[in-house]
């Protein structure tokens, strides 16, 4: 009974104490992919992501109702960094939906022409001052968003003297922005910071650059990616990891046994069974603690395909290697001969057929694609050939009548040999999270393999020059490359043994392994050369190839093969892809599956819609 009261009394005053309109809620779910292009569209960065911002506390005054319920003592603040775009994951601050709606492309806007200088009031006025200079028909938008803004917060005449003056001081910038150049001090002990400014960026705080490590385990996930709740940013530090060399002395109070532990070992080498209270636990701590690994394990499973296997257990190199170039963008240079890619051949690879299973498949395509194979046609209006042209001789004597000039155009039918002048290079992901399953028998890998084993069947049929190619790596001095078919080879069962003979491991560099692709296709004299592209995850590798660098050199590969006359087109099972891909390769320069099993089918079809 005194539960259920308590569970009573306590939604009666949260309910009561709401300063939101839950009913005019929008979501940055529902503008996700409209903010990203709005934010590219009014010259912001186009390498930084939007993702949802997470809640701080604010430490500002409340009202009293507020504080009795213990709500709205935290805030979702809209900032930007390097890498990303933080928005509130959702915004209903106001009665009105589309007041809401036009808060989040406010936000927008205004990080798209922050300065990144200056103090917190001047940044903001800035970059109020110049999206409205560049963009007047916002003024009007802006202004209803100042009113309504105003109108929830605190009257200064409410508050003591230095933090009424913090909140004028705010007011006026809102309001005219470029008339504040200083907020005014607090003076008093127990002062409380300004209540959040809804329409301004907050500064995100310094973060430490981070140390490098060595790779104690499967860094890259073995298990199937799933599509996040909420995609957010979490606030952290850098600390040492605790020493506790004696665990049986008590170095804490008891009634603390019942808390949360400060420290959580997250870098885990688990391949399964994460522990779901640590992300749960993780969504209610305002900052995270991020250590070194100090070499202890705390489970048992540990993966080791990180470490290279023995020479007489791993692939055969071939040659030492071939020196590769990688892209900077911080230093906004190409740095010659950064990465080394090795070309390597399966030991255990030996010639096979087509697997049963897939046969009915690849006779239904062999038949299809034998339509785009090379053949002899009817050319029309040719001046010879075997037979007349019956349109073109009905065309000419109306024009005769006509009294119109009958031009040189042919009358004669010919038959022409039409050539398919294209080239094709495969490039597949083989990094260690296609070691996912995607079903209770069938990995990322197994689906790999099985869609280049039909898409080689499906282009030997129409004749067309191909090739295969498998990628991974293990920092930048070891890009893997398995050349599993090259241009002038047959598709046969050699081919196939290889394709079977594929393993799952390491990382994705995909910079690398583009840029040979491309010098691959450079060399083919045709006039259509395609770069197909299968990957399952972003570029990512252990050493500083991760985040915004990885996407800057991988997009750094795909300008230069344009420029080089090849078509690069990725296709990937990221569900995330929506977030990175359009910087990369452009809007219509990849596909998501959202079903990794139907890519056997739908490679095919891709190849056939791009070529054709």
């Given at each position: ?408 155009a042919g009358i004669y039918l010919a038959q022409v040999q039409k050539e398919r002048d294209l080239a094709c290079l495969v490039l597949a992901d083989l990094s260690l999270s296609t070691d996912a399953h995607v079903s209770d028998t069938h990995r990322v890998i197994d689906v790999v ?45 050699a081919v196939r043994g290889r394709i079977a003979a594929l393993r799952p491991g390491y990382y994705t560099r995909i910079g690398a392994a583009i840029r040979h692709a491309t010098k691959l296709l450079a060399e083919q004299p045709a006039a259509i050369r395609l770069l197909l592209i ?79």
């Amino acid at each position: 009974m005194e539960e259920w009261v308590g569970g009573l009394w306590h939604r009666f005053m949260t309910n009561a104490a709401r300063r939101d309109y839950p009913e005019a809620v929008v979501h940055l779910a529902e503008i996700e992919k409209s903010a990203g292009i709005v934010f590219r569209a009014l010259g912001g960065d186009p390498g930084l992501r939007v993702t949802a911002a997470r809640e701080a506390a604010h430490g500002a005054r409340r009202s009293w109702l507020s504080s009795l319920a213990g709500s709205d003592d935290k805030a979702s603040h809209a900032a930007r960094d390097a890498e990303t775009l933080r928005l509130p994951p959702s915004i209903a601050c106001f009665p009105e939906h589309s007041l809401n709606r036009d808060l989040y492309f406010w936000l927008i806007a205004l990080a798209a022409h922050d300065p990144a200088a200056g103090t917190w009031i001047v940044r903001n006025q800035m970059a109020a001052q110049a999206t409205l200079e560049r963009y007047p028909g916002l003024l009007s938008r802006y202004r209803h968003l100042v009113t309504a803004t105003l109108a929830l917060r605190s009257a200064a005449e409410s508050l003591p003297a230095d933090e009424a003056a913090q909140e004028r001081a705010i007011r006026a910038a809102i309001e005219k922005p470029g008339s504040i150049s200083l907020l005014p001090p607090l003076t008093r002990a127990r002062a409380r910071p300004a209540q959040p400014v809804l329409l301004w960026l907050y500064p995100l705080p310094d973060s430490a650059p981070a140390q490098p490590r060595a790779a104690v385990g499967n860094h890259e996930s073995g298990q199937a990616k799933e599509q996040p709740v909420a995609k957010k940013r979490h606030a952290a530090r850098r600390e040492e990891m605790p020493e506790n060399k004696s665990p049986m002395l008590m170095l804490f109070r008891a009634e603390n046994l019942l808390s949360w532990a400060e420290f959580i070992k997250v870098n885990r080498a688990l391949d399964e069974d994460p522990n779901p209270d640590a992300g749960r636990a993780a969504e209610n701590i305002a900052e995270l603690a991020i250590a070194d690994d100090d070499g202890q394990r705390v489970a048992s499973k540990v993966r080791f395909d990180l470490d290279l296997p023995s020479a007489a257990e791993d692939d055969l190199p071939l040659g030492a290697g071939i020196p590769l170039p990688e892209w900077d963008y911080r230093r906004r240079q190409l740095k010659p001969d950064w990465c080394r890619l090795q070309l390597l051949e399966s030991r255990h690879a030996l010639p096979q057929p087509l697997p049963e299973r897939l046969r009915r498949a690849a006779r239904k395509l062999r038949s299809q694609f034998a339509a785009l194979a090379p053949a002899r046609r009817w050319a029309k209006a040719q001046p010879d050939g075997e037979e007349l042209d019956i349109d073109a001789c009905v065309r000419q004597r109306a024009d005769q009548l006509a009294g119109q000039p009958v031009g040189e155009a042919g009358i004669y039918l010919a038959q022409v040999q039409k050539e398919r002048d294209l080239a094709c290079l495969v490039l597949a992901d083989l990094s260690l999270s296609t070691d996912a399953h995607v079903s209770d028998t069938h990995r990322v890998i197994d689906v790999v393999k099985d869609s280049l084993l039909l898409f080689g069947e499906a282009l030997s049929a129409t004749g067309d020059r191909f090739a295969m190619v498998g990628f991974s790596s293990l920092k930048r001095n070891h890009v893997r490359a398995h050349e599993l078919k090259d241009f002038a080879a047959p598709f046969d069962a050699a081919v196939r043994g290889r394709i079977a003979a594929l393993r799952p491991g390491y990382y994705t560099r995909i910079g690398a392994a583009i840029r040979h692709a491309t010098k691959l296709l450079a060399e083919q004299p045709a006039a259509i050369r395609l770069l197909l592209i299968l990957s399952d995850g972003k570029p990512h590798d252990i050493d500083v190839y991760e985040g915004r660098y990885g996407i800057e050199d991988t997009r750094m590969s795909v300008i230069e093969a344009r420029r080089a006359g090849i078509r690069p087109f990725c296709v990937t099972i990221d569900r995330e892809g929506a977030d990175y891909l359009p910087h990369i390769f452009g809007p219509a320069g990849f596909t998501v599956l959202h079903r990794p099993e139907d890519l056997p089918q739908r490679l095919p079809s891709l190849y056939a819609q791009l070529t054709t």
